[in-house]
């Protein structure tokens, strides 16, 4: 046997161990690549429950019983009560202040609840 | 088997050594060999079946299995979220585990029936029986969207052949709040009304990736406001049902109601009179809110002026029938007045003064005839009569002859005070307008005028009611009554559609809205009245009190420049 033969011989063994090894390699990445996006799919359905479920308790109709039954004394702001930014540069910012705030207080509170100690 | 090849191995040596003693003689040679051959042929046979079955086993039934189940599980996808304009989630698909089996794979089905059928949500012994009784199938559903319990439970059994498989359910956040515009789906998530169905291919292929989602023109907190508020009224009113439109007027919709509406969510107690869009589909006569386009028609074409005097003294006589008016002035009205006033008998002269023709040529521009377009499914056809006598002509004038939806009501009333600008309703968000849909129907005179005129109906006509502090807006209502058999019913017994339809600010307005109740009654609130000041007026007004801190940040109204006044004398 001459020295080129076995050469070859170590050759092909080298080649062949390279590529068992890089078959393996691909095999453990694929199936790695599968199981993250296993995990991210998995990951999103669970962020989707969580959203559906953050939407469920911003509905609309929760939080106006919520709202309700925590802010006592309190109800939505009518039309009359704002003033236009405009409006409130070109007259007297302080006193356009105190009349919307003596405003609001006449309208959206009640007196009593102001009272300390009740 | 080894002790079968045992055999015929020694059979095969036994009958060589024979052969090759008796070599000689040619006939027991001849009969030997035909022995061998025949061997060697049963051999070849047996292993080659033998062969075939594994094959089949281990490679051919395995890849009819997959196939089977792939042609399944493309059924079930994920479908892409609805969400409001400000991103709010109205629809969307979660996870869920079902259950399916294989009969091939099921060893007793009496016995794997029997104790499926305990567990919550699966069907009948009998039916899960007749299921698995088939057993060239490969695949049947037995429960989808089980709960995670249930399929504990499920698993708990050990019945060979039942499997669960990864689904998604749809899911409606608000449950009924947008039952008619988003719609529904079926157990496959192929929709089934509004949106849903409209967009089903595309939700579906949208669900492929996380991020695409269907955004809608439509806001959860203005729903839940239009919804409650009608509810009430409906309530209230003892009405059949109501609905309500609140558009932007780029065209946007903000919110749309129909009632009653049912749970998209649970459609099996769902009944099928509340699937019915009164907003779409609903084709009826809208009463006096048509003097909305008369007036516009009338000062557009020239025909008449804000001025202009028509004689309301006496009822008029169309054919069989007789115009008069409700709480009439008995006198002679100017077009303002009538149209504040809300005069039949003055609104069927005004439109006698520009006629049949011109009455025809506007109505069409303003798109009466043809039907509305909007993104789902459920859209009514116009009712136009074929003859357009003059009879026609004096009742459209105030409502009656031409029955139409209230979408499309409010498409044209929202074109008029547009400035004349055409407005095209949308619920999709961020959809740009076509070039040829912005089109300029009447004059801004005539649109300031008519919002003028709508101003004054809510300062002094009949929708006093309607009137909030600290906002301008403009609005008319109208009541009409129902088409009952061949009339309108007798005097008691007839019933009304009362409309209300107005919007903010009145110098440049920027939202619409609709309100409309079927068959209110009257009340001790309302002194005796069913119409549409008396119902529908306040109802709009709470709905404005509550949506315009919210919309509208402008100056307060200022009436001082209200010219249409002049020609209205209030009392």
């Excluded at chain 2, 036994?14 to 090759?20: E, N, Q, V």
């Excluded at chain 2, 299921?131 to 708990?156: G, I, Y």
Aim: aromatic fraction near 8%; glycine fraction near 6%.
């Amino acid at each position: 046997m001459n020295k080129s033969v076995v050469v070859s011989l170590l050759t092909l063994i080298a080649v062949g161990i390279c590529v068992s090894r890089l078959k393996y390699e691909v095999v453990f990445l694929r199936n790695r690549l599968k199981e993250i996006n296993q995990s991210i799919e998995k990951y999103s359905d669970d962020i989707k429950i969580y959203t559906a479920e953050w939407a469920c308790l911003n509905d609309p109709k929760r939080l106006k019983m919520l709202a309700e039954k925590h802010l006592k004394g309190m109800r939505p702001m009518e039309q009359r009560q704002r003033i236009s930014y405009k409006k409130l540069i070109e007259s007297d910012f302080e006193k356009s202040f105190k009349e919307a705030f003596k405003s609001f207080i006449d309208s959206t509170l009640d007196k009593d609840e102001l009272e300390p100690g009740r | 088997m080894s002790l079968l090849l045992k055999k015929i191995f020694t059979f095969l040596f036994d009958g060589f050594a024979i052969w090759r003693k008796i070599k000689d003689h040619s006939t027991l040679m001849k009969r030997l060999r035909a022995r061998l051959v025949f061997s060697v042929v049963c051999c070849v046979s047996v292993f080659t079946g033998i062969s075939y079955r594994l094959a089949d086993i281990m490679v051919f039934s395995k890849f009819r299995t997959c196939k089977s189940l792939k042609f399944e599980q493309e059924k079930v996808v994920r479908k892409a979220d609805v969400v409001d304009r400000n991103g709010e989630l109205l629809a969307t698909s979660i996870a869920t585990m079902s259950c399916y089996a294989d009969p091939s794979a099921v060893i007793d089905v009496d016995d794997a029936a029997n104790k499926l059928a305990k567990i919550p949500g699966m069907p009948v012994p009998e039916k899960i029986k007749q299921k698995l009784t088939d057993k060239k199938k490969h695949f049947v559903w037995l429960l989808r969207h089980v709960a995670p319990k249930n399929q504990e439970h499920v698993m708990d059994l050990g019945v060979p052949g039942i499997h669960f498989q990864k689904d998604y359910k749809r899911i409606y956040i608000h449950g009924n709040l947008f039952s008619h515009i988003v719609g529904c789906s079926d157990i496959d998530g192929v929709g089934v009304c509004g949106l849903e169905k409209s967009f089903s291919d595309k939700l579906m292929k949208a669900g492929k990736s996380q991020r695409k989602r269907l955004a809608t023109t439509l806001d959860v907190r203005l729903q839940a406001i239009l919804h409650e508020c009608l509810k009430d009224s409906v309530e209230k009113f003892k009405a059949a049902g109501g609905n309500g439109i609140l558009m932007s007027t780029n065209g946007e919709i903000l919110a749309i109601v129909s009632l009653p509406d049912f749970d998209p969510n649970n459609l099996r107690n769902s009944e099928m009179a509340a699937m019915f869009n009164r907003n779409t589909l609903g084709v009826f006569e809208q009463g006096s809110i048509l003097k909305i386009l008369n007036v516009a028609i009338a000062l557009d074409s020239g025909s008449a002026g804000l001025g202009s005097v028509f004689d309301a003294s006496e009822p008029i006589r169309i054919g069989r029938f007789r115009v008069s008016d409700f709480r009439g002035k008995r006198r002679p009205l100017t077009l303002a007045e009538a149209f504040v006033f809300s005069s039949n008998i003055a609104s069927a002269k005004i439109a006698q003064n520009f006629g049949g023709a011109v009455q025809r040529a506007y109505m069409k521009k303003f798109g009466m005839f043809d039907m509305v377009h909007l993104e789902i499914p459920e859209i009514g056809k116009p009712i136009v009569p074929k003859n357009w006598s003059d009879a026609t002509t004096m009742t459209v004038a105030y409502g009656y002859g031409l029955a139409i939806s209230p979408l499309q009501l409010l498409t044209s009333v929202s074109s008029i005070v547009n400035d004349g600008i055409k407005v095209s309703p949308t619920l999709i968000y961020g959809k740009k307008q076509k070039l040829e849909d912005c089109v300029r129907l009447i004059s801004p005179k005539t649109s300031k005028a008519v919002r003028d005129l709508m101003r004054a109906v809510v300062c002094h006509g009949t929708a006093r009611k309607s009137a909030i502090e600290g906002a301008d807006i403009f609005g008319k209502t109208g009541t009409a009554y129902k088409v009952q058999g061949k009339g309108y019913g007798s005097e008691g017994g007839r019933k009304r559609i009362t409309t209300f339809i107005g919007g903010f600010p009145k110098n440049k307005p920027e939202y619409m809205l609709l309100i409309s109740l079927d068959d209110p009654k009257a009340i001790e609130e309302t002194h005796g009245f069913a119409t549409a000041g008396n119902n529908v007026a306040p109802t709009a007004k709470n709905i404005f009190q509550r949506i315009i801190p919210m919309l509208y940040n402008g100056e307060k109204p200022d009436d001082s420049n209200l010219h249409v006044l002049k020609y209205i004398r209030i009392n």
